[in-house]
Nanobody
Framework: QVQLVESGGGLVQVGGSLRLSCATSGFIFSAKTMNWYRQTPGNQRELVAAITGSGTTNYADSVKGRFTTSRDNDKNTVYLQMNSLKPEDTAVYYC?????????WGQGTQVTVSS
């Protein structure tokens, strides 16, 4: 079965950095675009970053120049490096993959940026 497991969240001060990881199994990872979303209470999930199987990336305007997503197709893992963090980056972060027309999500990892 498809599984996605995030890790790496935590509490960080403004301007700090965190690296999120999403370990996957159950599908052909190298063929799939992987997405990072975030969600705050009362709001819809927001697409933050995406990376295709070949490594092409896209970012939301709010994180361009600060966040970088990458992948290791040998480890079936996708990463989100977050630098210059701001209080508005505080959210639960989820990785996502669409497999056979179904969306799969990890359990989420909390990122809190304190000022």
């Amino acid at each position: 079965q498809v599984q996605l497991v995030e890790s790496g969240g935590g509490l960080v001060q403004v301007g700090g950095s965190l690296r999120l990881s999403c370990a996957t199994s159950g599908f052909i990872f190298s063929a799939k675009t992987m997405n990072w979303y975030r969600q705050t209470p009362g709001n819809q999930r927001e697409l933050v970053a995406a990376i295709t199987g070949s490594g092409t990336t896209n970012y939301a305007d709010s994180v361009k120049g600060r966040f970088t997503t990458s992948r290791d197709n040998d480890k079936n893992t996708v990463y989100l490096q977050m630098n210059s963090l701001k209080p508005e980056d505080t959210a639960v972060y989820y990785c996502n993959a669409r497999v056979y027309y179904l969306d799969y999500w990890g359990q989420g990892t909390q990122v809190t940026v304190s000022s």
